[in-house]
C-alpha cells in the first residue's frame, strides 16, 4: 500500500476507482485502492464477498463487463506501463501471455461449442505462432497433466459441458498457465475443486513462480491457503484496503477490526468440536449504502463518532510494511 510507485513493481496500482452504471445511477466498487506486486511474489487479497475483489481483477485485465463497467481513476501499471491507457490492440498481444487470470466461474469462462483443445491451443497459437502444431500439442497434453487432467488427446476432443465443474477450473488453470506468464491473477482459483486437488494446484502455481519470478495476486476466502502461500496479504472491505502487511505482520498482530473479525472465524483444529464458528454480525454493505469515512462501522459493535464515518480516512503505516485505515474506533 505504499503510496510511491517503485521501479521494481510488476504490478502496481494507485488509487484505482472503478465501477458501474446501473438503473439507481453510478456506483462505485473499487474506491481508491493502492497495491504493489513485486517479481516472484504473491500477494492474497481477502475479504468477504461483495467487497470488490472481483472487481479489482477485472478492472487490471481491462475485463469489466461492458458497457456498463467503468475504470474511472487512478493507474494500473505492468512493468511500467499504464494499462488503463493502453490501445487494445497491445493490451490484447499482454492477455493471455505476458499476464493471465484464472476465472472465477468456469464454465462462463470457456467457450461451450468449441472443444477444450481447440480453447487451450489457440491460447497457445495467440502468443507462440513460431512454434509447430506438435510443439503446441505436446505443451497443451504436458500442462493437463501438470494440473491434474488424465486421458491425454481424448480429453481435448470433449466439450466443457462434459466435464465436472473441478475438471472445467483445472483446463481454466492450464490455460492461464500455457503461455508461462510474468503476472497471473488467480479468483478464486481452486473453488470447485476437493481439498487434496486444491494443494496439488496451489503448488503446481508455486512451483512455477519459483521457476519463472511469476508475480501472483491471489484472491480467495480462505485466510489458510494465504497464511500458506502468500508473501503478503491485503484485507479489502467495501471497495478499500483496510489493512495490508506481510503475512507474518498480519497473522501475528491484525490491527483492524475487520481484520481481526475475519481471523476470528477461523475454524481451528483446539477448538471444541461441534459448536458453532464466530461470525461477523450483519453484511457487506450495498454499493448505494456505502458512506466517506469507516464502512465497517455498523458491524463492528464498536462505539463510532460521526466523523469518522462520514470523513474519509487516511491510511497510515504504523509500522514498516504495515498498512492501515486510520479509524480510531477500529484500531483500539
Not at 63 to 73: A, C, D, K, N, R
Not at 145 to 156: C, E, K, N, P
Not at 216 to 234: F, K, R
Amino acid at each position: 500500500m505504499s503510496q510511491s510507485p517503485s521501479s521494481t513493481d510488476l504490478l502496481a496500482l494507485r488509487d484505482l476507482r472503478a465501477g458501474f452504471d446501473t438503473e439507481e445511477g453510478w456506483r462505485l466498487a473499487v474506491d481508491g485502492i493502492s497495491l504493489a506486486l513485486q517479481p516472484g511474489r504473491s500477494l492474497g487479497l481477502v475479504g468477504e464477498s461483495g467487497c470488490g475483489k472481483s472487481v479489482t481483477a477485472l478492472s487490471i485485465m481491462r475485463l469489466l463487463p461492458q458497457p456498463h463497467g467503468h475504470v474511472v481513476g487512478g493507474s494500473i501499471a505492468f512493468e511500467g506501463q499504464d494499462l488503463a491507457t493502453l490501445p487494445q490492440a497491445e493490451l490484447a498481444s499482454l492477455r493471455g501471455g505476458a499476464m493471465s487470470m484464472i476465472f472465477q466461474e468456469p464454465m462462463t469462462a470457456l467457450h461451450p461449442v468449441r472443444s477444450i483443445g481447440d480453447q487451450l491451443l489457440e491460447a497457445l497459437r495467440l502468443h507462440d505462432r513460431q512454434g509447430s502444431a506438435q510443439a503446441h500439442e505436446a505443451r497443451v497434453l504436458e500442462m493437463l497433466q501438470r494440473v491434474g487432467i488424465a486421458g491425454g488427446r481424448d480429453r481435448l476432443r470433449q466439450y466443457p459441458h462434459q466435464l465436472s465443474g473441478g475438471m472445467r477450473q483445472r483446463v481454466m488453470i492450464a490455460m492461464a498457465l500455457l503461455n508461462r506468464p510474468r503476472l497471473l491473477i488467480a479468483d478464486e482459483p481452486t473453488t470447485a475443486l476437493d481439498v487434496t486437488v486444491q494443494a496439488q494446484i496451489l503448488e503446481l502455481i508455486a512451483d512455477l513462480q519459483r521457476e519463472m519470478g511469476m508475480g501472483v495476486l491471489l484472491i480467495t476466502h480462505d485466510l489458510g491457503v494465504v497464511a500458506q502461500y502468500c508473501d503478503e496479504v491485503a484485507v479489502m472491505y467495501a471497495g478499500r484496503i483496510v489493512e495490508r502487511a506481510s503475512v507474518q505482520q498480519l497473522f501475528a498482530k491484525p490491527r483492524h477490526a475487520y481484520t481481526r473479525a475475519l481471523l476470528a472465524s477461523r475454524p481451528r483444529l483446539e477448538g471444541k468440536p461441534k459448536t458453532l464458528l464466530p461470525a461477523i454480525a450483519g453484511q457487506v454493505p450495498s454499493l448505494r449504502d456505502w458512506v466517506s469515512g469507516c464502512r465497517f462501522a455498523p458491524r463492528s459493535g464498536l462505539a463510532h463518532e460521526p466523523a469518522w464515518t462520514q470523513q474519509p480516512l487516511a491510511v497510515v503505516e504504523i509500522e514498516p510494511g504495515h498498512w492501515v485505515e486510520h479509524c480510531p474506533a477500529c484500531l483500539s
